[in-house]
């Protein structure tokens, strides 16, 4: 069976979507974000993003030995990372580095906000 390639997501060609507690989304919300969902529902791509997030910028030397996970292994995840829209890359000499996208994340942050219950404003 033929593995399945992500589609590149455009941050900047959607304006994408008010919180899913305001309205359902829609088909093309949905197949929006549905990549950067599925990009982070894997523990290996989560634990990247988050070494990642938590700097300015992260060269590739630096991710690899945090797994026992071969170098091709951990590119196909970070591949992963670049076609959802989550990540930016850039070559260097021989390594790559990678930053967030804050653009995606301030989407899926919007995306997942609740509104406040009355037991969250009393406190």
Same mark, same amino acid.
């Given at each position: 069976?033929?593995?399945?390639?992500?589609?590149?997501?455009?941050?900047?060609?959607?304006?994408?979507? /008010?919180? +899913?507690?305001?309205?359902?989304?829609?088909?093309? %919300? $949905?197949?929006? @974000?549905?990549?950067?969902?599925?990009?982070?529902?894997?523990?290996?791509?989560?634990?990247?993003?988050?070494?990642?997030?938590?700097?300015?910028?992260?060269?590739?030397?630096?991710?690899?030995?945090?797994?026992?996970?071969?170098? /091709?292994? +951990?590119?196909?995840?970070?591949?992963?990372?670049? %076609? $959802?829209?989550? @990540?930016?890359?850039?070559?260097?000499?021989?390594?790559?580095?990678?930053?967030?996208?804050?653009?995606?994340?301030?989407?899926?942050?919007?995306?997942?906000?609740?509104?406040?219950?009355?037991?969250?404003?009393?406190?």
């Amino acid at each position: 069976m033929p593995k399945q390639a992500l589609p590149v997501v455009d941050l900047r060609a959607v304006a994408c979507c /008010p919180p +899913i507690a305001v309205r359902p989304l829609d088909a093309g %919300e $949905a197949e929006t @974000v549905a990549p950067m969902f599925k990009a982070l529902g894997d523990p290996v791509r989560l634990r990247l993003m988050s070494m990642i997030a938590s700097a300015p910028e992260v060269c590739v030397c630096d991710l690899t030995p945090a797994f026992e996970l071969s170098g /091709p292994t +951990i590119s196909h995840h970070l591949k992963v990372l670049r %076609e $959802a829209g989550l @990540v930016d890359a850039d070559r260097r000499g021989t390594w790559v580095w990678y930053r967030v996208r804050p653009e995606a994340f301030r989407q899926l942050a919007v995306l997942l906000q609740l509104p406040a219950t009355a037991d969250e404003t009393v406190a």
